[in-house]
């Protein structure tokens, strides 16, 4: 990655923590009581009033000062500008919808950058846990925690009879039936599985050292952008399975020495029920 691109990534990380504050800020202080909620591809999977607000916020202080660049949100900004310059912003405005319904306090807004189509920087903030997680490529992983810095570094050594492991659940109810028929083998298997219900904030927790791995099947890139890049600077690896890469169906990030093993776990159980 040349010094233009390293030195453009660490501008814009620095906008995406400035938008990220605000976009806390306006899903904290302005969460309504009775929040309008609709329901997208299954009558469980939700979009709030916020998510939609979210986005817009996010958008529109982008456009303010980068007019040309392109987005990709989960909430349907999608435009790409008549001249466009070579960053694409990669939007979850709220990661966990459904926890921020419930005032659940496991979401976050996630920002990805994306420069020359790789993602080059990230943001995951996840304000009711006071964490902001973030990364540039090269620059290492960060968390702001109570206004105290910590530098993250995923766990090694571990063997998946003694891992932590993350994961979650589609909307759709067949492939749940599925996704519970993985989850009954590798809770034989693990030390233990969580499901928290924010993807993007499972990358930050291996990357913290919190989770030994975190596999999904079903997840957009908006879910993925901005934790893939804080857990590789991390040390974990992330990728897809079976030689697929993140994002093409399945989504796989661990510790780097534990990567293959799962790798072939999780590839033989696809296999068995998908
Ligand atoms: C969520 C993901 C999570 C998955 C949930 C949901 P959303 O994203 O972050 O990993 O298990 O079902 O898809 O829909 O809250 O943005």
Not at 198 to 226: H, I, K, M, N, T
Request: hydrophobic share 40%; glycine share 8%; with cysteine.
């Amino acid at each position: 990655m040349g010094e233009v691109t390293q030195s453009l990534a660490k501008t814009l990380l620095d906008l995406a923590l400035d938008i990220a504050k605000s976009t806390s800020e306006l899903l904290v202080d302005k969460r309504p009581v009775d929040m309008k909620v609709e329901s997208k591809s299954s009558p469980v999977d939700l979009v709030t009033e916020m998510d939609k607000a979210a986005e817009r916020h996010i958008v529109q202080r982008i456009k303010e000062v980068r007019p040309n660049d392109s987005f990709l949100g989960e909430e349907g900004t999608a435009q790409a500008p008549e001249n466009p310059s070579n960053v694409r912003w990669i939007i979850d405005p709220i990661d966990g919808t459904v926890n921020y319904f419930y005032n659940h306090p496991y979401w976050a807004i996630s920002i990805g950058i994306e420069i020359d189509g790789e993602i080059q920087a990230g943001v995951v903030a996840a304000p009711l846990l006071h964490e902001t997680f973030y990364a540039h490529k090269n620059g290492g992983s960060f968390v702001l925690h109570d206004q105290k810095l910590m530098q993250l570094k995923a766990n090694s050594g571990t063997k998946i009879e003694k891992a932590l492991i993350g994961t979650g659940f589609g909307y759709d109810v067949e492939i749940r039936k599925k996704q519970g028929a993985v989850l009954h083998e590798m809770v034989a298997i693990a030390r233990d599985v969580r499901r928290a219900g924010a993807a993007s904030l499972d990358f930050c927790y291996v990357a913290a050292g919190r989770l030994d791995a975190y596999y999904e099947f079903g997840l957009y890139p908006w879910d993925f952008a901005a934790g893939s890049i804080i857990a590789s600077e991390a040390g974990a690896r992330v990728g897809g399975i079976d030689q697929k890469p993140i994002g093409e169906k399945w989504s796989l990030c661990s510790n780097a020495d534990l990567f293959d093993e799962l790798d072939v776990l999780i590839t033989s159980l696809k296999n068995k029920y998908f």
